[in-house]
């Protein structure tokens, strides 16, 4: 990811960005970005062009709010030989979300705001009662492939762990 991220910060750079990742957390581009910038879509968009991908941006603050109400929501029934993990999925590019969608085989959901939609996701268990790495069903990538059907745009999901594990590296840089 330091690699990545000197590459991101160089490409910015030559776009003349005054955006720049400070911090990630994981491996998939969960990055925490200072900017002057107060328009999301423009920074967003320098990001895009920087890594050739999309991206959805957020504060701080709404990240907070949408990380406490994904903690604050009641699981779903328990289903056997699975666990239900929390986490939310973020509007990229999508039209204000109105309600929830409904389950899929893959996660359950429930209504944050127009732009973020709290997920269930249904991880299958072994016999021992641990994660089965071998049947993931697609992981946050499908969860967000089942909002993007049934909403329309672009989201992404991530685990309520891998969302506050962000938040926690953002609390630097927070002035």
């Known amino acids: 990811m330091s690699d990545w991220t000197l590459t991101l910060n160089t490409k910015l750079a030559s776009l003349q960005s005054p955006s720049r990742i400070v911090s990630w957390y994981g491996h998939t581009g969960n990055f925490v970005v200072e900017s002057p910038r107060t328009n999301r879509m423009e920074i967003a968009s320098e990001l895009a062009s920087a890594a050739r991908a999309s991206f959805a941006v957020l504060s701080y603050s709404e990240t907070l709010n949408f990380a406490s109400a994904a903690e604050k929501a009641a699981s779903p029934p328990a289903v056997g030989g699975n666990r239900w993990t929390s986490g939310v999925a973020f509007a990229v590019r ?82």
């Open 94 to 175: 999508a039209p204000p979300c109105q309600s929830a969608p409904k389950p899929t085989s893959h996660a359950a959901f429930f209504a944050i705001s127009d732009c973020a939609v709290g997920a269930w996701k249904k991880d299958q268990l072994t016999q021992n009662g641990i994660l089965d790495k071998e049947k993931r069903g697609g992981g946050w990538g499908a969860v967000s492939g089942d909002i993007s059907r049934e909403l329309g745009g672009i989201w992404t999901a991530r685990s309520l762990r891998t969302i506050k594990g962000t938040l926690e590296k953002a609390k630097d840089y927070i002035t």
